[in-house]
């Protein structure tokens, strides 16, 4: 047996935070004796862990997230398993650590993964958008499709980056602009995504039900992104059909070739990430693969 493959464990992150401040941790939670640990850290949130049962996930970039991800953690999930929260306030959760390991590659995870991602896209909406603190549409999207469209062709204005080079970035946005019509057949009525819905986010957990971490990210929208940052690295395939059979037993729908066209949505996401990459970077350079896989599939 082996772990689900996951180049994104390799990558050194760019703006990792590498100091702790104790006074920074007490201001959130009163004065502790316990030894800190960073988890992880960049521009948006720290994750640091304290003594051996608690963690404190402090929301640097947008404080508000810390009141949707509360709302979220609060669901009474079924097949999953989330952090207890042990406390909250104005940028920060302080929550119980939850003991875990990576996740196989075999046919049982796959299964427990397609139980849990059909019970988050459980949460329908009338409509595609950004959600708040009391899990309702708060921004709401015109049309999922074309405003992922609008997105993409959005770094076409933003300075260039080495690690996004022009030439690649018009030949996805090409490849997508023949893909809009398929999309809009596939993309199925707005779920709840999770957002990062990606290996290094879902563990094994001593419950016997994965853990599922990080839900800053979530708001409505097609359940092929999630679909799409869960399979973006190649898995056996037992684990996909186990995922497939569990999923839509379980009330989620898929379309055919489904795998394909999360595929192209997830495109967008790993532009965004090569654009903040570091040129010649392994990130960058697994992410370019992935991107050239998908516009060689046609």
Not at 95 to 124: T, W
């Amino acid at each position: 047996m082996s772990k689900l493959f996951n180049p994104e464990d390799l990558w050194v992150p760019s703006d990792q935070v590498s100091v702790i401040s104790r006074s920074e941790v007490e201001k959130c939670i009163g004065p502790i004796t316990e030894p800190l640990q960073l988890l992880s850290g960049g521009q948006a949130n720290t994750n640091i862990r304290i003594g051996e049962d608690q963690v404190l996930r402090l929301y640097r970039r947008d404080a508000s997230i810390a009141g949707k991800e509360l709302s979220l953690i609060r669901q009474n999930w079924k097949t999953f398993v989330v952090p207890e929260v042990i406390g909250s306030g104005d940028g920060f959760l302080w929550m119980k650590y939850v003991c875990h390991s990576p996740l196989e590659d075999q046919a049982e995870v796959g299964e427990a993964l397609g139980k849990a991602l059909a019970e988050i896209h459980s949460y329908a909406y009338e409509t595609a958008g950004f959600i708040g603190t009391d899990l309702k549409i708060e921004e709401p999207m015109e049309n999922f499709v074309t405003d992922m469209w609008d997105y993409l062709c959005s770094f076409m204005d933003m300075p260039p980056k080495p690690a996004l080079p022009t030439s690649l970035l018009d030949v996805v946005i090409d490849f997508f602009d023949t893909k809009i019509e398929g999309l809009q057949e596939v993309a199925g009525l707005p779920v709840l995504l999770h957002g990062d819905f990606k290996v290094s986010n879902l563990h094994a957990s001593d419950q016997g039900k994965p853990l599922i971490l990080d839900w800053e990210f979530a708001y409505a929208g097609s359940a092929l992104m999630d679909i799409g940052q869960l399979f973006r690295w190649p898995c056996p395939p037992a684990f996909e059909k186990a995922f497939q059979q569990a999923y839509q037993i379980s009330g989620g729908h898929l379309t055919d070739r489904w795998k394909y066209w999360a595929s192209i949505l997830d495109t967008i996401n790993l532009v965004g990430m090569l654009y903040k990459s570091a040129p010649e970077s392994q990130k960058s350079l697994d992410i370019t693969a992935r991107i050239k896989t998908t516009l060689q599939a046609g």
